[in-house]
């Protein structure tokens, strides 16, 4: 497998962890020191009355699992389709 697939696969994982809405195997996919960022003003955030940037595993994984379920349905991470992470930047995604 290649870097690129590589990259893809872990994506796929990460997406198919925050489906599963399980804190756990989310913040497996996150160091300790990881940023979320967003534009600032973002619908997202708007809606939700959330900050569009987190800082750390913590903040990230209840975002992922409580903030996030409230405005979208369950599937909006279909494993199939997702190829990038949307607003992560791959510095703060581990390997799994």
């Known amino acids: 497998m290649t870097g690129t697939e590589e990259n893809r696969e872990t994506v796929r994982r990460a997406w198919r962890a925050f489906a599963g809405r399980d804190p756990e195997r989310i913040a497996a ?18 809606a939700l009355g959330a900050p569009h940037h987190m800082a750390g595993r ?16 369950r599937d909006v991470a279909s494993p199939s389709t997702a190829s990038t992470p949307p607003t992560a ?8």
């Open 89 to 96: 930047t791959w510095s703060s995604w581990r390997r799994r």
């Open 29 to 46: 996919f996150f160091t300790e020191d990881a940023q979320w960022t967003a534009p600032a003003g973002n619908a997202t955030a708007v």
């Open 58 to 73: 913590a903040q990230i994984v209840h975002f992922l699992t409580v903030d996030f379920p409230r405005l979208f349905v």
